[in-house]
């Protein structure tokens, strides 16, 4: 059902069987449906407030065509968001990763999230597309439920807020409270208010720039009716003894007759000796060496400050982190092409130019990714055989020997929902005791 701000009905359908639902820009709603063709993988649908097919992508995205093995992949997108953007992040419950697709539904990338998340309970995205987690620890040992957010690397470019406009000043009379009471709504009183409120302070702003302290505390302290606000009170407070001390001070009466002392001559500074750090540095950056030439010019600068090499020094550090971003970007183009172990060399290269300790731990996140997709086909394969005979044992109420099949299974391969079947088994066994 779709409800308008007022909370009138607009539209309703009936969707079928859905999974995750999120809101994108442009009012339209994306939803995941089951596969017609298989059961391991649903599709992403985009829908408008109609209930009407705008667009639908796999796993591997709009932009990838299907290869053969895709409908025995397992993919379970157990959590979806979006930022402002469009883009959509997708909890992939099966592989504890996060898939990310642009607005159109091309894959970009995919992000190992456990570690260091355990359960995962629910995912959000900011409108910058930063992801806030909800999880528990994973296992039988204590803990809390926690809240993690990660930074993108990559943010959305959200759309701005436009700034309240400031009532110009006026000599009209206000009107009496019934003519203000039938022409504005109280949302329009408590908006005029509000802007008059942020005239004053700006004016207040204005006069401490000029150096009119006393002026400005006044213009404080007639806002705060109109908006209440104890850092503004403090503020004015202290602008006022500021204030109260200067002018003690301007009436101090000039002192006379008071010998000048003589100053001493100015003597020339000696002449520094340049820190050996700075040739050392030099000849780093002539062999090639530039990171680090810049770390060596970071140490020497700290030790004796030197303008042109500071200068120098960050005009290195500039081009370095030039070069870093654009080799990044490359390989992000070679991950949404799916090509995972050249996006981890690129991602490799950029650290060896300018290391940035995020694409560090992204590099290694990938990398871990990659190793569990090389190592885990057999391994599921075999965990959920040893599950099948667990699942069998508990339809003959045989669940001692089905709590230890499935910890079996669970040993070779990790999956979230037996994890948490395994809690409930384990919870019913104790209640028939």
Same mark, same amino acid.
Request: charged share 30%; proline share 8%.
């Given at each position: ?51 009407? %097919? ?8 709009? @932009? ?35 898939? !990310? ?21 629910? !995912? ?5 597309? @930063? ?30 807020? /436009? ?71 403090? +503020? ?7 204030? %109260? ?19 001493? /001559?100015?003597?020339?500074? /000696? ?8 040739? #050392? ?59 995972? @172990? ?19 731990? +992204? ?20 965990? #959920? ?13 045989? +669940? ?34």
């Amino acid at each position: 059902v779709v409800f308008s701000p007022e909370g009138d009905v607009l539209s309703k359908w009936e969707p079928g069987e859905i999974g995750g639902i999120v809101a994108l820009p442009g009012d339209r709603l994306l939803v995941t449906k089951p596969h017609p063709e298989n059961d391991r993988n649903p599709l992403f649908t985009v829908l408008d407030l109609e209930g009407k %097919t705008l667009k639908e992508w796999p796993f591997f995205g709009s @932009d990838l065509p299907s290869t053969p093995g895709d409908e025995k992949t397992y993919f379970r997108p157990k959590f979806i968001t979006a930022d402002a953007q469009g883009r959509v992040y997708a909890y992939d419950d099966s592989e504890d990763a996060v898939w !990310m697709y642009d607005a159109e539904g091309k894959f970009m990338y995919a992000l190992p999230v456990r570690p260091p998340l355990g359960i995962v309970g629910g !995912m959000a995205a900011s409108p910058r597309g @930063d992801l806030i987690f909800h999880d528990r620890p994973s296992g039988y040992g204590p803990g809390e439920p926690s809240i993690h957010l990660f930074e993108n690397a990559f943010p959305a470019s959200a759309p701005a807020l /436009p700034a309240p406009e400031v009532a110009p000043e006026t000599t009209e009379k206000p009107p009496v409270a019934s003519e203000a009471a039938e022409e504005s709504t109280p949302l329009e009183v408590e908006l005029a208010r509000l802007k008059k409120a942020l005239a004053l302070r700006e004016e207040a702003e204005r006069l401490e720039n000029e150096g009119d302290l006393a002026g400005a505390a006044v213009k404080y302290k007639e806002s705060l009716p109109l908006h209440q606000d104890p850092e503004v009170e403090t +503020y004015a407070a202290d602008l006022e003894e500021r204030a %109260t001390l200067a002018s003690m001070v301007d009436a101090l009466p000039v002192p006379t007759g008071v010998p000048v002392k003589e100053e001493p /001559p100015v003597q020339e500074p /000696p002449k520094v000796v340049r820190s050996p750090l700075y040739n #050392e540095a030099e000849a780093l950056e002539s062999s090639g060496k530039r990171y680090e030439a810049l770390q060596k010019y970071r140490e020497a600068l700290a030790s004796q400050h030197d303008e042109k090499m500071k200068e120098h020094a960050d005009a290195l550090e500039k081009t370095l982190e030039g070069e870093a971003r654009k080799v990044v970007e490359r390989a992000v183009a070679v991950q949404k092409e799916g090509k995972l @172990d050249e996006a981890l060399a690129l991602y490799r290269e950029s650290l060896g130019i300018y290391p940035v300790e995020r694409i560090r731990e +992204y590099a290694e996140r990938l990398d871990a990714l990659i190793q569990s997709r090389a190592q885990g086909g057999d391994a599921r394969s075999r965990a #959920e055989t040893i599950w099948r005979q667990a699942a069998e044992l508990q339809k003959a109420e045989k +669940y001692e020997e089905a709590l230890v099949k499935y910890r079996e299974g669970l040993a070779i391969f990790h999956n979230a929902a037996v994890e948490e079947h395994i809690v409930k088994l384990e919870k019913f066994i104790q209640k028939r005791k």
